[in-house]
């Protein structure tokens, strides 16, 4: 009885410690700066886009980013943080980071 109590307690420990921290992370976008959102969907519709959202969200390479991320990987994502001076005045206007849930 007690080797078996032993081993029950031994799978929890190492299933416990062997347990990631995950979660699903999408990249996304906020205004910080003198830039409206509507300039930027009236860029993108000159691309042929309805709104700056469309189009940010029709980026493979965007999208290849949002997906699940874990420990180390994780952290890094949590901790990322992009921003630019889109109208080129001295001033960042967008702010690029992971939401992460």
Known sequence: MINKTTLIFGIFIVSF???NKCQD???????????TIQEL?????????NSYD???NSLDSINALNK?????ELSEK?????????????TNDI???FNCK
């Open 78 to 90: 949590q901790d990322y943080t992009l921003e630019e001076d889109l109208d080129q005045n001295g």
């Open 25 to 35: 992370c999408t990249h996304s976008y906020e205004l910080i700066g003198n830039v």
């Open 54 to 56: 469309d189009f940010y």
């Open 17 to 19: 410690i062997s347990c």
């Open 41 to 49: 969907d009236a860029i993108a519709n000159i691309a042929g886009f």
């Open 95 to 97: 702010r690029y980071y």
């Open 68 to 72: 699940e991320y874990c420990d180390n």
